[in-house]
């Protein structure tokens, strides 16, 4: 199984704070690298594993689902826990979705959560496609026009512009399911979502910050990215704003 030029995992080993990073569906942890590069240069013992069955090829995901996704991000989250004994978890997209759903399954064994343009709400024309007994195994990504991810044309995501349907279904039960139980969510959360994002309604942050259980919860609103925020101009500002709320929650 070869893996795509820059797709593959990272692991930095350093401090006893702790992060998980998290791409998101059909992305590859590249998409979450500027960040994750940020904290690792501070010192923090970070984590990027690659999800199963994304950054080989289109044909390795179709038979993949959130259990197989969240098995890789577990896996990620216990290399962490060797060195960290305060540990955060942070995705973008389905990732910030995982991360939530996380924090649901291991409650407070974890410090604090946060995700970038995470859905939690349903996305019509993506259930469509799920819908449609018509649909082929696999369909063109709506982010093949590369404006859709980000504003910053220098950004270049590394994603399939295919989805597997299959998938891409089970993708979206699994956020329906999370956001079924983020009123279980206790531990601090921080929610950043892009104002101009193609792919997830931005509605989604408002939702998320009415309806989390967590009595310390934050709404961050980005004015000058797409969905792939991570990768665009306010990258910098999602890791500033990031290590501040670990900073917040540590005494660090």
Not at 52 to 63: C, E, K, L, N
Request: proline share 7%.
């Amino acid at each position: 199984m070869a893996i795509l030029p820059g797709a593959g995992s990272y692991y930095f080993e350093g401090n006893e704070i702790g992060i998980l990073f998290l791409h998101g569906f059909t992305g590859t942890p590249q998409n979450m690298r500027p960040i994750a590069d940020y904290f690792a240069r501070r010192g923090y013992t970070v984590a990027g594993p690659r999800l199963a069955g994304h950054g080989t090829t289109v044909a390795d995901m179709i038979p993949t689902g959130p259990q197989d996704w969240l098995r890789s991000a577990n896996a990620g989250l216990a290399w962490v826990r060797q060195f960290a004994r305060t540990v955060f978890v942070a995705g973008v997209s389905l990732g910030g979705t995982m991360a939530f759903g996380m924090a649901v399954e291991h409650g407070d064994a974890l410090t604090g959560v946060a995700c970038i343009n995470a859905p939690f709400l349903d996305i019509p024309a993506l259930d469509a496609i799920v819908k449609d007994p018509n649909a082929p195994a696999t369909v063109a990504a709506p982010w093949t026009d590369p404006r859709m991810l980000t504003k910053d044309p220098g950004a270049a995501g590394i994603v399939y512009f295919e989805m597997p349907v299959a998938a891409l279904g089970r993708g979206l039960a699994y956020a329906a399911q999370v956001r079924a139980h983020l009123e279980q969510i206790r531990i601090p959360a921080l929610l950043f979502f892009s104002e101009d994002d193609a792919i997830v309604d931005p509605a989604n942050g408002p939702y998320v910050l009415e309806h989390l259980g967590s009595p310390s919860k934050r709404l961050v609103k980005l004015t000058n990215s797409n969905h792939e925020a991570t990768l665009d101009f306010d990258k910098e500002r999602i890791a500033i704003e990031l290590e501040a709320f670990i900073r917040e929650h540590t005494g660090a």
